[in-house]
C-alpha cells in the first residue's frame, strides 16, 4: 500500500464539491424562471409565465427525483419524496407558479445544506508531506540517495541534522538527539543511546546520526499511523440529515392527509394542494439555515467546523477524549523554578544560563532564554560557545566558564542539590544544571504546564452535558496522572500508541457520541476515528488539523467549551424552527384538505412560513457568551497589565522558598541577609502588586463575574500575603534588635516564608485559570 494513494475522503470531497455546483446551478435557473414569470404575468401574458414556471418546475423535477432514489437505494425515504410529489402534482393538475415556488424552496434548501458540508477538509495530506521520500544509504562506496521503497532492513542510513527518520531502526552511532512529538505528542527531546530503538517519523534535533534499518518502509511506524488515519476516517458514521430524522413520521403523515383529501373530496386538486402546503419547508430550510449560522458564529471565534453535520454531532456530544501535551497543556516546557547554590541568588543563575543558550535551537534552551527575557534580566553575549547533543552547552560568559545541562548524579553533592533532584523527581520536571567556573551554581526546573483556561473550559463542558472527560496520552503515567488530578478528569489511560488511542476512541464510541481532541501527528488517527475529531491547529500539527471535523485556529483550548455551546444552541434552534414550522404546515394541511386553500395560495403560504423559521434560525447567529464572559476592553488591559507582571514577579517566588531553604540550613547572617533581600522585593514589588490587584482589577472584573462577592476568595488570599509578609517583618524586627535570629523565631520564621510561597504560588494560578484566562 503507498502512501501516495488518494484516501476514500479526499474522493468524497472532490464530489461534495463538484454537487455544492450543481446546486448553485439549480438555484440560479429556479429563481430565474420564477422571476420570468412573474414579469410576464404582470405583462399580462398568462400563458408565457406558465411556460416560464413550469420550465422552473421541471428543473427541479429531474434532481429532486435522483435524489429520493439515491434516498432509496440507501435506505432511507427523506423528506425529498414529498417535494417531488408535489413537483409533480404541480404539473399534473397545470398549478404552475406553485411549482415554481417549490422548486425554488427545494433548490434553496440543498444549496444552504451545501454551504454547510463545503468546509471539507483535504484528508491525511500532511501525514503524506511529512513522510519522507528517499533516504541516505552508506555503503563502501560512500553515502547516496535511495528512494525510500528501496531501503531494506540491515541498511546503514545516515540521517542529517533535521531531517525525519525514514524507516524503524536501532542507532549505529554513538547517541542520536531525537524530537519524537510527532509521534508522542511529547516536546521534550529524548536521546537515545547506541543500540536503541528509533521510529520513523521522528526528527533528528541533534547532530548527523547512523541508524541501522531494522524494517522496510511499509513495515514501519509511520506507514502504519498513515493507514491507521485512512482506516479509521472510513469507519467514520454518516451523518443523518436533521430534517430526514424527522421525515420519518412527516412523509407518511402527509401522504395519508393528501390521500384522505382526495378519497373524500374526489378532487385532485386538493391532494395537490395538501402536498404543496406539506412540502417540508421549514425541514429543508431550517435547519441548514440554523447549522451555517452556527458554522458561522463559531468561525469568528476561531473554531473551523468542517461541515453541518459535525456541528450536529458536537451538540449531541456525551464524552470527551483529550490528548495531553498540547491540549491539556501548553506543549512548550517552560521554566518551573530556580534553585541557587548558596551565596548565589536564583536570578543571576537564571541570567548566566539564559546567556549562555541563546545561541542554542534546544527546546529547553528556549524556554530558559524566554523566561529571562519575561524577566527582563539583561542577558551577555557567550563566546567559544559549544554544544554537545544530549548534554548541554558550554561557553564563556562574562569572563567565567559556564555550561548549562544534564549531569550525572555525583555521590558527593550537595544537599541543595539533592533536593533539586528530589523535587524534579516529585513534579515531574526536567533539570538543566549551570557550572560556573567548574562548580555547581544553581539548576532551573522545566515543565509543560497546565493551560490556564483548561480548568476554566472543562467546567463548562461538564455544565453543557459531557459526562465524561478522559485524557489519552503517549507521556507517562506519573506526570499524566498529576495533570489529571489538578484537572479533575474521570480517568486517565497513559503511555499509548496511536493503535493504542484508536482503540481506546473505538471504545467509547459504542457507549456515547465521542469527541476527541489533539493536536499532534500522533492524534491524527484518533481523531479521524472519534465521532467529531477536533485539532489545535494554532500550533499543532497539519496532520492533525487534515484529520479533524473542527480546528481551533487559536491557541485557546477555551474555544472548544464555545464550539460545544453554539453546536447545541445551533441544533437547539434548528429543531425548534423545524418543529414550529411543521406544527403551521399541518394546520395549512388541514386547511388545503377542506378546500378552503388552493395549491398557489397554499405555495405563497408555504414560503411566510418559510421566513418565520428562517428568521428565527437566524438566532444562532447572535452572541452567547455562556462559555466565556465579555469582559470590557479596559479589563482586558489590565488582564493583560497584571499577567505580564505574574511573569515578572516569578524571581520574588522563588526568592521566598530560597530563603525558607537557606534557614533550614544555617541561621547565620548569610541566612539573615536572605531573608532581609527576600522581605525587600516583597515590600517594594509583590505588596503593591497584590495591593494594584485588590484595588484595580478586582473592581473592573467584577460586573462581569456577577457582582463583587465573585472575587471575595481572591481578596482574603490578598490579606494572608499581607498578614504572612508583616509576620516576616517582625521576625526581622526582632532579630535585628537581638544581634540575629534567635533559635525560637526559626521554626516559626521558616514556616511564614514556606507557608507564603504556597499562598502565593496557589494564588498566582487561581487568578491565572480564572480571571487572566477571560482575555480574548
Not at 460545544?564 to 425548534?576: D, G, L, M, P
Not at 503593591?688 to 460586573?703: I, M
Request: proline fraction near 5%.
Amino acid at each position: 500500500m503507498s502512501l501516495r494513494t488518494p484516501s476514500p475522503r479526499l474522493s468524497r470531497l472532490s464530489t461534495a464539491i463538484a454537487s455544492s455546483r450543481f446546486e448553485l446551478l439549480l438555484l440560479a435557473v429556479t429563481a430565474a424562471a420564477l422571476i420570468a414569470g412573474g414579469i410576464a404575468w404582470l405583462t399580462g401574458s398568462g400563458g408565457l409565465a406558465d411556460l416560464f414556471w413550469g420550465l422552473g418546475t421541471l428543473s427541479a423535477v429531474v434532481p429532486a427525483v435522483g435524489w429520493v432514489v439515491g434516498a432509496l437505494r440507501s435506505g432511507k425515504a427523506g423528506v425529498d419524496l414529498i417535494a417531488v410529489l408535489a413537483l409533480g402534482g404541480t404539473l399534473a393538475v397545470r398549478e404552475y407558479l406553485a411549482g415554481a415556488l417549490i422548486a425554488l424552496m427545494l433548490a434553496t434548501g440543498r444549496t444552504l445544506e451545501a454551504a454547510a458540508q463545503r468546509r471539507a477538509s483535504h484528508d491525511l495530506r500532511a501525514l503524506l508531506e511529512h513522510a519522507p521520500r528517499s533516504a541516505r544509504r552508506r555503503t563502501e562506496g560512500g553515502v547516496t540517495t535511495v528512494p525510500l521503497a528501496e531501503v531494506a532492513a540491515g541498511d546503514l542510513l545516515v540521517v542529517g541534522p533535521g531531517e525525519v527518520v525514514p524507516v524503524d531502526g536501532r542507532v549505529a552511532s554513538a547517541a542520536a538527539l531525537l524530537d519524537e512529538s510527532v509521534l508522542t505528542g511529547e516536546a521534550l527531546q529524548v536521546e537515545r543511546a547506541r543500540e536503541e530503538t528509533v521510529r520513523s517519523g521522528v526528527v533528528n534535533a541533534g547532530g548527523a546520526f547512523e541508524l541501522r534499518a531494522t524494517a522496510t518502509e511499509q513495515d514501519s511506524t509511520y506507514a502504519g499511523i498513515v493507514r491507521l488515519a485512512r482506516q479509521a476516517g472510513s469507519e467514520s458514521a454518516p451523518v443523518v440529515r436533521l430534517a430526514d430524522r424527522y421525515a420519518a413520521w412527516f412523509l407518511p403523515l402527509s401522504l395519508a392527509v393528501a390521500g384522505l383529501a382526495w378519497l373524500l373530496s374526489g378532487s385532485a386538486v386538493r391532494a395537490v394542494a395538501v402536498l404543496v402546503v406539506a412540502t417540508p419547508c421549514p425541514l429543508l430550510l431550517a435547519a441548514p439555515v440554523a447549522i451555517v449560522s452556527g458554522l458561522s458564529r463559531a468561525s469568528r471565534l476561531g473554531v473551523v467546523i468542517r461541515d453541518g453535520g459535525a456541528l450536529e454531532n458536537l451538540g449531541r456530544a456525551r464524552t470527551l477524549l483529550l490528548d495531553k501535551t498540547g491540549t491539556l497543556t501548553r506543549g512548550r516546557p517552560r521554566a518551573l523554578d530556580v534553585s541557587a547554590a548558596p551565596g548565589v541568588k536564583p536570578a543571576e543563575v537564571l541570567r548566566l544560563a539564559a546567556s549562555l543558550d541563546q545561541y542554542s535551537p534546544h527546546i529547553l534552551a528556549r524556554a530558559i532564554v524566554d523566561t529571562a527575557r519575561e524577566r527582563g534580566l539583561t542577558l551577555s553575549v557567550p563566546t567559544d560557545v559549544t554544544e554537545e547533543p544530549g548534554r548541554g552547552a558550554a561557553g564563556s560568559v562574562d569572563g567565567h566558564r559556564v555550561t548549562v545541562g544534564r549531569m550525572d548524579t555525583a555521590p558527593d553533592q550537595p544537599d541543595w542539590a539533592k533536593a533539586v533532584d528530589n523535587r524534579a523527581l516529585l513534579d515531574g520536571a526536567a533539570v538543566a544544571w549551570l557550572t560556573v567556573d567548574g562548580r555547581r551554581a544553581g539548576a532551573i526546573l522545566l515543565r509543560d504546564p497546565v493551560r490556564h483556561d483548561a480548568p476554566r473550559t472543562l467546567r463548562h463542558l461538564r455544565a453543557a452535558g459531557i459526562e465524561r472527560l478522559l485524557m489519552l496520552t503517549g507521556d507517562h503515567a506519573a506526570p499524566a496522572h498529576e495533570v489529571a488530578a489538578v484537572l479533575g478528569l474521570d480517568g486517565v489511560q497513559a503511555g499509548l500508541s496511536p493503535a493504542g488511542k484508536v482503540a481506546a476512541v473505538r471504545a467509547e464510541r459504542e457507549r456515547a457520541v465521542t469527541v476527541m481532541v489533539g493536536d499532534g501527528v500522533n492524534d491524527a488517527p484518533a481523531l479521524a476515528a472519534a465521532d467529531i475529531g477536533v485539532a489545535m491547529g494554532a500550533h499543532g500539527s497539519t496532520a492533525s488539523s487534515e484529520a479533524a471535523d473542527i480546528v481551533l485556529t487559536t491557541d485557546r483550548v477555551d474555544r472548544l467549551a464555545d464550539a460545544v455551546t453554539i453546536a447545541q444552541r445551533a441544533r437547539r434552534i434548528a429543531v425548534q424552527s423545524a418543529l414550529g414550522g411543521m406544527l403551521m404546515s399541518l394546520a395549512a394541511m388541514a386547511a388545503a384538505a377542506a378546500g378552503l386553500l388552493p395549491p398557489a395560495a397554499g405555495a405563497l403560504l408555504q414560503e411566510g412560513i418559510d421566513v418565520a423559521v428562517i428568521l428565527n434560525a437566524l438566532r444562532a447567529l447572535r452572541v452567547d457568551q455562556g462559555a466565556r464572559p465579555a469582559v470590557t476592553p479596559a479589563a482586558e488591559a489590565l488582564i493583560r497589565r497584571f499577567a505580564a507582571e505574574h511573569d515578572d514577579l516569578q524571581d520574588v517566588l522563588e526568592a521566598v522558598r530560597d530563603a525558607a531553604d537557606r534557614l533550614s540550613d544555617s541561621a547565620g547572617p548569610a541566612a539573615l541577609a536572605t531573608v532581609e533581600e527576600t522581605h525587600r522585593l516583597l515590600t517594594e514589588r509583590l505588596l503593591p502588586h497584590e495591593y494594584a490587584e485588590e484595588h484595580e482589577l478586582y473592581p473592573a472584573l467584577a460586573p462581569t463575574l456577577g457582582g463583587p462577592e465573585a472575587t471575595a476568595t481572591m481578596s482574603r488570599a490578598h490579606t494572608e500575603i499581607e498578614r504572612l509578609s508583616r509576620r516576616i517583618a517582625t521576625h526581622l524586627r526582632l532579630a535585628h534588635a537581638g544581634g540575629g535570629l534567635s533559635p525560637g523565631q526559626l521554626d516559626d520564621l521558616r514556616a511564614s516564608l514556606y507557608g507564603l510561597n504556597t499562598v502565593l504560588r496557589l494564588h498566582f494560578t487561581q487568578e491565572e485559570e480564572s480571571y487572566f484566562s477571560l482575555a480574548p
